[in-house]
Nanobody, 120 residues
Framework: QVQLVESGGGLVQPGGSLRLSCAASGISLDIFSMGWYRQAPGKQREQVARITSSGAIYYADSVKGRFTISKDNAKNTVDLQMNGLKPEDTAVYYC??????????????WGQGTQVTVSQ
């Protein structure tokens, strides 16, 4: 059974930092691409950062230079270090695991989400 469990969310003042962590079980980060998404109230879920099985990294323009994604294959964890937080970063953050299978199918798993609130 695949589980993704996020932790590290909370309330922080603008300019502050938080570190989110995703603990994965039932999958291997040697195979799966791992991402962080967020969804603010009334908005669509958007991808924030992704790290592939080979270590290639992608960031959304809105977080480049402020957020850093990393993974530890041995511990099966993926972290998102968030610095210089802004009120517009307020959202529920979700961990995602994705692996493209044959014939166009994919394995796609989500965590339950962790709330990040940036406010005075």
């Amino acid at each position: 059974q695949v589980q993704l469990v996020e932790s590290g969310g909370g309330l922080v003042q603008p300019g502050g930092s938080l570190r989110l962590s995703c603990a994965a079980s039932g999958i291997s980060l040697d195979i799966f691409s791992m991402g962080w998404y967020r969804q603010a109230p009334g908005k669509q879920r958007e991808q924030v950062a992704r790290i592939t099985s080979s270590g290639a990294i992608y960031y959304a323009d809105s977080v480049k230079g402020r957020f850093t994604i990393s993974k530890d294959n041995a511990k099966n964890t993926v972290d998102l270090q968030m610095n210089g937080l802004k009120p517009e970063d307020t959202a529920v953050y979700y961990c995602n695991a994705y692996h493209l299978l044959l014939m166009g199918r994919a394995s796609d798993y989500w965590g339950q989400g962790t709330q990040v609130t940036v406010s005075q």
